[in-house]
């Protein structure tokens, strides 16, 4: 989820307690204006001698705390990311390493023996020169450098030969359960390598980057992945011209992108973020962000203050985990580190509009979130007398807000519908309208906020009794809601529904879905098991009528913005309402049965919408598969292209009624063999697309005119798939707690005529889909092709003879 192929197309070449400069202040509702007058009055109106200047004294020294308060947490902050950043230098060796060596050498040095081969002579030699020093301190001194040096060249050489061993992926190639002595070998150098404790950055100065391709293989494996997608005429005429690119353009295009891999830390992110999606000039809302559901069966409490108070909470001890980098990298088999960059820009982040390039405005810290809720914009500060709000008193600002009777200003209920269309619009209109007074002031108090918190007024969520409808409800309102009441620059929009069920909204271009899992899971979990509510449905522990209410933002948007904000949300509107989005939980059977036909969960899925797209188009179609490349520093995503010749031929042999189960079933099995070869192949840096991809920018660079890139880049991907991957393993015991499950989340579709297919392996027993297309479309029906799905899942699990275990 989140990182199927976005339809932007490449375009190339403050104080706790107070208000802030970023917002102007005015009371949440008449009661804060009493309440805040009431504080400093005598109690029985009479003006004693000397009140006024004791008075004056409590102010200052209230007003000298909140100053003192914010300035001791961000030195906090910035000690504690220094201490990080020494941390993660060392490693993989530790600061105890250091007095390790540097005492074997002084021991040494003392017991007559000269470790360093006559250097720690020569050093106190030099020291000699520059000035009078004790022979005894020259010796402790000369012994002290050359015990660092030699720690550090044992750094540099751990380091080195950790990235070595982590540049070897034959591991990923082995046979299924089946691993050689060369393997475990490995394996074990590895783990020899990385047993000290890692931090979540620990391994990123380890990690191989990204290696470029030859242009001979990329090209062979492209024309192998459209044959069985042309006729032979078509493609008799690709492979002229691929063969033709292969020998004369490509060379000199690839010497640029081997010279960029050589000092550029990966060749590709950069250009992807910058080209497909910060100068991709398209709506963000249902073209680029995803988003990510709740529970499915279960809501922890029904209060929308008290939900809202237990998870933005976990939300923010996420955030403090995460600024002190106590957050696990991800491991894959225990072993083998994944990239860690993307989670650098989770919070504080906002993305920025300009005419011809969007920016990502990135913050080191931000105190506060704003709050969006029947139409009117609140900032509500996190901390209190330095510290956290409390999950009660989190809960108690949110019902401030919901009790809140004011009005919207004009021009302010529907102001977030500019981030949801064409951007050009939005980037002319702040610029004009937000770059001066209070609508600066508030629009920075949003960019700059932790978050984006929306206060939904419906109800959303699977309903037992109408799942179907209840859960396409339930995913469009999170992919887009009346688009206007989510902030789709912010990284991500936190939405909580009436009844409590909640949900996320996020922003592509600064990560993908994997990392956006990895803390939805968490915070759900926290919120359920570690943060919990009491029996009446409202967070523990006590209110704090100390705390002030949420202040409101001020805006003066002039009839000239207001025009524009309409006009971006009737277009706004007609791309959402074209979304035919269809949501659905498979329990028939999951990946329980899958593993006993001994393949993988994820080759049977796809090849589940490979026959359920040829049922539903009579067809074969160029296939996304979005993989990752997090096995190389800052990698992000790759390719699997997986419509293939094979899985071709077992679709096709699924649809002949003259084809036997064993003709099938062999057919299957070199299909899924296929498919999983081709993934680790992306994985490990041998994908199609984003080389081809990288020599297109290069070739625009040189204003150079290649068809074969042109052609190749302007090919559509009429199924866009991307599986949603459990992060948190162990956070749920599904067998003990099967309610604790996962709906997934999903995208919007990328070809006007094709399908978005996003899904989620959960437990033993459970797929969900997520299924996107657009109503417009004559050709395309979600809910019909979900049928497909549903009927093709059965149909190949009964090749293998296995009896589903519907919980029907």
Not at 55 to 74: G, T
Not at 144 to 154: E, I
Not at 190 to 210: A, G, H
Not at 504 to 522: L, T
Request: aromatic share 10%.
């Amino acid at each position: 989820m989140g990182c199927g192929r976005p339809r932007l197309q490449p375009a190339l070449p403050g104080p706790a307690g107070s208000s802030s400069a970023g917002a102007a202040a005015a009371p949440c509702s008449t009661d804060s204006v009493t309440a805040e007058a009431g504080r400093g009055s005598p109690g029985c109106g009479l003006q004693l001698p000397g009140a006024a200047d004791a008075m004056d004294l409590h102010r200052s020294r209230e007003v000298l705390q909140e100053i003192r308060l914010p300035a001791l947490h961000s030195w906090k902050k910035r000690i504690m990311r220094f201490k990080n950043g020494i941390i993660t230098s060392m490693y993989p060796a530790g600061p105890s390493s250091w007095l390790i060596v540097v005492v074997g050498v002084m021991s040494s040095t003392y017991g007559k023996m000269d470790p360093s081969l006559g250097i720690i002579a020569r050093i106190s030699e030099t020291l000699d020169m520059m000035g009078r020093m004790s022979s005894q301190t020259k010796t402790a001194v000369s012994g002290v450098l050359f015990g660092t040096g030699l720690w550090v060249a044992l750094i540099i050489t751990m380091r080195c030969s950790l990235k070595v061993l982590l540049s070897y992926h034959g591991w990923m190639f082995a046979e299924h359960g089946k691993m050689g002595r060369a393997t475990r070998i490995w394996m074990a150098m590895v783990k020899v390598l990385s047993c000290r404790k890692p931090t979540l950055y620990s391994f990123q100065t380890c990690l191989p980057r990204l290696p470029v391709p030859a242009v001979k293989d990329t090209v062979h494996r492209y024309l192998e992945s459209v044959r069985p997608l042309m006729k032979e005429q078509d493609f008799k005429r690709m492979t002229a011209l691929a063969q033709d690119f292969a020998v004369n353009l490509g060379p000199k295009l690839q010497w640029y992108l081997k010279l960029k891999s050589w000092w550029a830390t990966n060749y590709v992110t950069d250009w992807w973020e910058e080209y497909i999606y910060l100068r991709g000039r398209g709506p963000l809302m249902v073209n680029s962000n995803y988003f990510s559901m709740d529970l499915l069966y279960l809501t922890p409490s029904h209060i929308q203050a008290a939900r809202a108070g237990n998870t933005i909470h976990a939300i923010l001890l996420y955030r403090r985990e995460l600024d002190q980098e106590k957050i696990k990298p991800i491991l894959l088999g225990a072993t083998v580190p994944l990239c860690s960059a993307q989670w650098e820009r989770m919070f504080n982040t906002s993305r920025i509009p300009g005419e011809e390039a969007d920016t990502l405005q990135h913050i080191q810290d931000s105190r506060h979130i704003v709050v969006y809720h029947r139409g009117r914009y609140f900032k509500v500060w996190l901390y209190h007398d330095g510290r956290l709000l409390r999950p009660r008193e989190m809960e108690q600002q949110m019902q401030r807000i919901l009790d809140d009777p004011s009005e919207p200003q004009a021009g302010e209920e529907k102001l977030a519908a500019l981030t949801a269309a064409d951007r050009v619009p939005w980037a002319r209109c702040r610029k004009a309208y937000f770059g001066r007074g209070k609508n600066k002031q508030s629009l920075d108090a949003i960019e700059r906020a932790a978050f984006f918190v929306t206060l939904d007024d419906t109800e959303q969520g699977y309903r037992k009794e109408d799942p179907e409808t209840s859960m396409d409800s339930y995913a469009k309102s999170l992919l887009h809601g009346r688009c206007f009441d989510r902030w789709f620059d912010k990284s991500f929009t936190f939405i909580i529904f009436k009844n409590g069920k909640i949900g996320i909204n996020a922003e592509h271009s600064w990560a993908d879905g994997p990392i956006v899992i990895h803390f939805w899971e968490k915070i759900v979990a926290t919120d359920c098991f570690q943060l919990g509510y009491t029996e009446d449905g409202h967070c523990k522990g006590d209110t704090n009528p100390g705390i002030a209410y949420p202040t409101r933002l001020q805006w003066d948007i002039p009839e000239e913005c207001q025009e524009v904000i309409e006009t971006s949300l009737s277009s706004a509107a007609l791309l959402a309402h074209d979304v035919d989005l269809h949501s659905f939980p498979f329990d028939s059977f999951g990946k329980g049965l899958i593993k006993k036909c001994r393949t993988s969960p994820d080759a049977f899925v796809q090849l589940v919408l490979q026959l359920a797209h040829y049922r539903d188009m009579g067809k074969f179609c160029l296939t996304y598969e979005a993989s990752m490349t997090r096995l190389f520093r800052e990698g992000r995503t790759e390719t699997v292209r997986s419509c293939t010749t094979e899985s071709c031929n077992f679709v096709l042999a699924m649809v002949d009624p003259t084809q036997t189960v064993e003709q099938r079933l062999r057919l299957f099995r070199l299909a899924s063999e296929k498919h999983q070869h081709l993934y680790r192949l992306a994985m490990t840096g041998a994908g199609i697309d984003r080389h081809l991809f990288c020599l297109y920018v290069v070739s625009k660079y040189l204003a150079v005119e290649s068809p074969f890139l042109k052609e190749v880049l302007a090919e559509p991907w009429r199924l866009s798939t991307s599986q949603t991957p459990l992060q948190h393993v162990g956070l749920f015991d599904f067998n003990k707690n099967p309610e604790y499950v996962s709906s997934g989340g999903g995208f919007g579709p990328v070809a006007d005529d094709g399908y978005g297919v996003s899904y989620i392996i959960v437990g033993e027993n459970l797929i969900s889909f997520h299924i996107s297309s657009k109503f417009s479309s004559p050709e395309t029906d979600s809910h019909r092709f979900g049928r497909h799905v549903k009927q093709a899942m059965m149909d190949i699990i009964a090749l293998f003879g296995l009896r589903s275990n519907s919980r029907k």
